[in-house]
Each structure stands twice: as structure tokens, then as C-alpha cells.
């Protein structure tokens, strides 16, 4: 499966980025997705995730509120719409699938294939 992020990029605190992630080389709906963030000298970590079938979402607590996780299977999109954004939101943002499309994980070892990533930088 290849993965690709696109849609990071420079906005002011409070702002909004919608990112965007491709997949191509399997069928999309049997995959569970997740979003996952680097910050500079900072462990990976779980922003959102969602079920193969789009029925249920999880979020790490930083972003309850004001990110919202979507995917489209007839497109083979994953979205990540990130709302009122702040400055410790700054990070590389990588996209994750999982064969295990019913189960919701929020740690990167359950999760098999990466895109390259994204950039997110929020000035203040």
C-alpha cells in the first residue's frame, strides 16, 4: 500500500488546514486509518484514528474539539480537518493504514503502512 500526505503547510494560530492522504495499491475500506505526529526531538504520537467503515473515530485529547478525521472509500481519500489551530500543533503529520480495518489503534506499531508525511507549521 502506498500512502501519500498532502495539504501541510504555514498558518497563523487559530487557522485551519484540511490534509488530505492518497492510497493506491489496495482496496481502501479494508483498511483502518489513523493520522500520527512528529514534533521536532519528539516521539511519534497518535492524533486520530477511524474504522474501515468510517463508523467510528478516535482522538488523542489535545485535539478533541477541534480536528475532525473523515474518509471517503469510493475515493481512496483520508481526511484530517483541523480547526483552531495552535502553535504546539507544529509537527511533520503522517498518515497510517491498518489491515485490521475494525479496530481502532492509537500506537504506531498497529500500523503497517506510512506515508511520507506532511508538514504543519502554526505561528503565533
Known amino acids: 500500500v502506498q500512502l501519500a500526505e498532502s495539504g501541510g503547510g504555514l498558518v497563523q494560530a487559530g487557522g485551519s488546514l484540511r490534509l488530505s492522504c492518497t492510497a493506491s495499491?489496495?482496496?481502501?475500506?479494508?483498511?483502518?486509518m489513523a493520522w500520527f505526529r512528529q514534533a521536532p526531538g519528539k516521539e511519534r504520537e497518535f492524533v486520530a484514528a477511524i474504522k474501515w467503515s468510517g463508523s467510528s473515530t478516535h482522538y488523542t485529547d489535545s485535539v478533541k474539539g477541534r480536528f475532525t478525521i473523515s474518509r471517503d472509500n469510493a475515493k481512496g481519500l483520508l481526511y484530517l480537518q483541523m480547526n483552531s489551530l495552535k502553535p504546539e500543533d507544529t509537527a511533520v503529520y503522517y498518515c497510517?493504514?491498518?489491515?485490521?480495518?475494525?479496530?481502532?489503534?492509537?500506537?504506531?506499531?498497529?500500523?503497517?503502512?506510512w506515508g511520507q508525511g506532511t508538514q504543519v507549521t502554526v505561528s503565533s
Open positions: 495499491g489496495r482496496t481502501f475500506s479494508g483498511l483502518a
Open positions: 497510517a493504514g491498518s489491515p485490521y480495518s475494525s479496530r481502532i489503534a492509537d500506537t504506531p506499531g498497529e500500523y503497517a503502512y
